[in-house]
């Protein structure tokens, strides 16, 4: 009995430093391989607790293993969006400008239920009050409500249109936007797209851009 409650100890503070490691995150907001290797961890820890001819070192080598990988990967995935969108998927909009995408609800399998769930969720029991509803890779559903007392088409929320340098085209043509504007802006700037770290625009061209801080 000793043994084992020792082993499930040296365990326990060898799982609260591997997620340490990884960073924290809600259970709701892991992404997929994030909750691949939470999974994997809970399996592996269990096996050294409850057999105790397992020595210790098989769970614990493991565990660092799966949570060096996921270290990795959040590093490759922070310097390539391209990789970043690989592991983590992209954001899907379900409903723009007030019309509910079906299509792309059917692409999700996501029911009608599982909709207003969300939507309630997000303080909105209303489907007629919500102007932008977008599946996050995480898979919650993050929600734009229309203004009260707006007249005709609500203004869509601001989009990254330049992140870490890289210019996200997709969310130019969200906003109506083209590259030959953004590129007119830079210029009126005096900056490039590489010494921006962050550039959120709206629908009317208004526009804020955090410059990338200068290395030491």
Known sequence: MTVAIIRTIMIYVCIVAALRIMGKR???ELQPSELVVTILVSNIATLSIEDTNIPL????LPIFMLVSCEVIISVI???????RRLVSGNPR????????????MKNLRWSLDDLM?????NGCFDIREVNFAVVETSG???VHKKRDGAQGRDPAPPMNIICDGETDRHALEFLGLDPNWLNAVLREEGVKDSDIFLMICDRG???SIIKREKQQ
């Not at 070192?57 to 614990?60: D, E, H, I, K, P």
Request: avoid cysteine; aromatic fraction near 6%.
């Open 26 to 28: 809600q259970l709701g």
């Open 57 to 60: 070192l098989g769970s614990v």
């Open 77 to 83: 995935s922070l310097k390539s969006s391209r990789f």
């Open 93 to 104: 909009i379900l409903i723009r400008d007030g019309i509910l995408d079906q299509t792309e």
């Open 117 to 121: 769930e969300q939507l309630r969720m």
């Open 140 to 142: 919650m559903l993050s």
């Open 205 to 207: 061209g208004g526009y």
